[in-house]
């Protein structure tokens, strides 16, 4: 396919897009690339945010995808800290806010989510609650806790942000409490084990978690914040983190008239309702055939391998999505990498390693199949796990749950049923 005399823009700079850019050139594209993002800062990794970047004492080095200079080198054209504000499908012309308008010949929408924030009483009017979704919001939450007079924190929401900024700032000399809706932590993401296990270690640490409570009403006082709960406890707080989950940001592919349904629909070769437009990352909803599912995924793993695949059908090698998901998690000492999606998991097998602290693995199975693994402190049973779905390998639940077995491909299979 001939590609010298079109424009390619990607709108959105992060996991996805910046791969995109990349990818696109790795498979031969030879027209013009224009990288888009209202973020002013060279793309960055998001995860450490809330890991090892938030406890850094003061600002901190992002750590970037891709140095610069590799930009230059791919013939990228960056244009960082411009918003693309408007969007018209008939002329495929895009409006920026810096003024100007550009034409594309295939766009890529990879603009992500945003941080959702509740509408709780109080919270437009309340200083130092804060959202962490991009580097502003971590240098912004920096400078809160920097000044806070108590070091207080309340997160608000137990998921994988919440519980990683909690982590984080606590080790940082914080006091943490932890306000959860949801009877559990986790609840939408992980088994009871798992986050029971997760709930004692921050408890342990001494982070505060409060399970069935909502935050109700924030109050902004001269001493800082009071958060009123369900339990009618009233929280003080130097900060308020809200960690409740994300909105995909579909207004421009919406503006452009494409399918929507939970982010920007898409087919399997990543092409939305409308030719030449594509939407990859955390913004796309996508049928998952292994699982047979629609879903939206929030993972880098699942944004760098559509970058991939839309960078294939894009130079005109036509490629559908598949990849096996993956994840990660850094709380505490503990680092959790999960592989597979357990939904509809009909039982669950864990295996304990002797004389190993917190070293241990969750395996979901679908009567003999095997969905997925979350290995806590484990990278063996990670690796295992990731080889053994994608084999669709039968494993041996009774020896794989009999720690005294060794944790080896040849004591757990009882058959390999297809190869991937
Ligand atoms: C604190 C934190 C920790 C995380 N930890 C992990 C982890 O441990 N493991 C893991 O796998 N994933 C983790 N994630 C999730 C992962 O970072 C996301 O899945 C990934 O960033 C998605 O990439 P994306 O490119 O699709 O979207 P985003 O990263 O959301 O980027 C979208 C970009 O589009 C830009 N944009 C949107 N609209 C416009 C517009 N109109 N004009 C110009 N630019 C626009 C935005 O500025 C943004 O930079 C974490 C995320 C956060 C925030």
């Keep these: 396919m001939d590609t010298t005399n079109l424009n390619c823009v990607i709108i959105g700079a992060s996991h996805a897009g910046a791969n995109c850019a990349m990818e696109l050139r790795k498979q031969g594209w030879e027209g013009t690339i224009v990288l888009i993002d209202a973020d002013e800062n060279l793309p960055y990794h998001r995860p450490p945010l809330s890991k090892a970047y938030l406890t850094l004492a003061e600002g901190g080095a992002l750590n970037p995808l891709f140095a610069a200079e590799r930009y230059e080198e791919e013939n990228i054209t960056l244009a960082l800290g411009v918003t693309v504000t408007g969007a018209d499908v008939t002329t495929k012309t895009l409006e920026l806010s810096n003024g100007t308008s550009l034409k594309y ?8 989510a945003s941080a959702f924030v509740p509408p709780i ?12 979704r991009s580097s502003k919001d971590a240098l912004a939450i920096q400078a809160a806790f920097k000044n806070a007079k108590n070091k207080k924190v309340v997160v608000i929401g137990g998921g994988y942000i919440g519980l990683e900024t909690a982590a984080s700032l606590q080790k940082l000399g914080g006091q943490v409490t932890i306000l959860e809706r949801e009877e559990r932590i986790l609840a939408r993401v992980a088994p009871m084990e798992l986050a029971h296990f997760f709930q004692e270690l921050h408890t342990k640490n001494g982070v505060t978690v409060k399970t069935a409570v909502s935050a109700k009403k924030i109050t902004q006082t001269e001493d800082g914040l009071l958060v009123l709960g369900t339990d009618e406890n009233v929280y003080e707080a130097d900060l308020v983190l809200i960690g409740v989950g ?3 940001n579909v207004a421009l592919g919406e503006q452009l ?3 929507l349904e939970n982010g920007i629909k898409v087919n399997a070769h990543l092409q939305t309702s409308i030719p030449q437009i594509y939407a990859i990352g955390d913004v796309a909803q996508f049928h998952h055939p292994n699982y047979n599912r629609w879903m939206r ?9 559509q970058a991939k695949v839309v960078a294939a059908n894009i130079t005109g090698i036509p490629t559908t999505y598949n990849a096996l998901p993956w994840f990660w998690s850094d709380q505490f000492h503990i680092k959790l990498q999960m592989v597979g999606l357990s939904h509809g998991y009909t039982d669950l097998v864990i295996r304990i390693e002797q004389e190993k602290e917190d070293c241990f693995s969750i395996w979901y199975f679908k ?4 969905l997925a693994v979350d290995a806590v402190n484990n990278g063996k049973a990670f690796v295992l796990g990731t080889k053994f779905i994608k084999n669709n390998t039968v494993v041996d639940k009774e020896k794989l749950a009999d720690a005294s077995i060794p944790f080896k491909p040849n004591t757990l299979i009882k058959s390999t049923t297809n190869v991937n």
């Design 105 to 112: 010949d295939v766009l890529v929408l990879a603009t992500g």
């Design 257 to 259: 008239g494409a399918a």
């Design 246 to 248: 994300v909105r995909p």
């Design 367 to 370: 009567d003999d199949s095997l």
């Design 121 to 132: 009483l109080g919270i437009s009017n309340s200083g130092n609650v804060q959202v962490l």
């Design 297 to 305: 995924l929030e993972s880098v793993q699942n944004s760098v391998d």
